[in-house]
């Protein structure tokens, strides 16, 4: 038997988890806010988009650190959710797990749309590339229905096989006797596994390479539009924004979710470590991460859309204006109840009686 030990219960990533719910949250609303109240009536149809990702990305956070909190047991397949849905029950499949993977990939299909919708923008009406909206909205709704799709059929060939794997990692694995009593627990075969992690990466890798080859083919539209310099610098800068305002989160997204994925996939080959606690722990990290996405977006978002930042920069100006009359306000009530008790003091002095 290999000695090893796992957090059954990670204390601090829960306490994490919990804490950056309760600023993405606020921060991700915040920038709905800024789109649908802010936006000039020239970003309208750009701004409908902008919206739907937006949407995407609060409804991803607040599902991965708010009601899904997955608890990973790498480097081996043996997973629960500690959120605030169905935490810490039995399930056949793992359904909020899929449910996580499906919002990612919605998420990712947004930012495809937002490259294309700026691309079509671009081509000049009688270009031979410029598509109706209508069909452009047609083939996105399709992309969005053929990858969920596939992430859900690959999620529900991959059931909780906890009676079946259970006892050979506990004759093997001192460490997976520690979570025999943690409710919800689930395990799960290395060959279902790998086979939703290889669709969730051909769907990574058809969502990554679409936006650079949209990317590529809107500034290269630049030097076949006929406007003027200034208009063209404007236009590229446009674009460079969204490009740092969507590609940024992706990274975010990507990088810590392939290597979560592939860890989890290629476990067998990682059981040759003995430092199980450390990867659970880098697990975790990446886990906080992917749970930032929609922040780190929010942010970028509001800095480089000029609207939004006059209107983050005013609130705060106003906020703190706010906190600086109320200090002042509270500054003069203790002043002015200081003063009554030393009226009061003077007057029932032994001076004044006589």
Known sequence: MIICHLQAEPKIFFTTMYILSAITLPVDLFGIYCIIWKSPPIMKDYSRLLLIYQICVTVTDTWTNL????VAFFPFPVVYHAGLLFSRRYLKYSYMFITWLCFMVTT???????FAFRWQSLL???HPLRL??????????IMFILFNSAVVIAGFTMPNRREELMPTYIQNFSCIGELIDQPGI????LDDYRRLLLVVTIEGIIVAGTSLILVYLTFRSFRFTNVTQKTMELQRKYQKSLVLQV????????????????????????LGF???????????????????HGFFGTIIMVHVNTPYRSFAIESIRRFMCMCTFSAKLDLRRRRKSENQVQDVGLKTSPVNSS
């Open 67 to 70: 009601m899904f909190i997955p």
């Open 108 to 114: 990712m299909g947004a930012v495809v749309q937002l």
């Open 124 to 126: 000049m009406s009688n």
């Open 132 to 141: 109706d909206k209508k069909l452009v909205y047609a083939i996105c709704v």
């Open 186 to 189: 689930q395990y799960f075969s």
């Open 247 to 270: 590609m940024v989160p992706i990274i975010v997204v990507i990088v810590p979710g392939c290597s979560l994925m592939l860890a989890g996939a290629w476990s067998d080959i990682l």
């Open 274 to 292: 003995s430092y199980t606690e450390e990867i659970q722990v880098i697990g975790n990290i990446f886990i906080c991460v992917l749970s930032c």
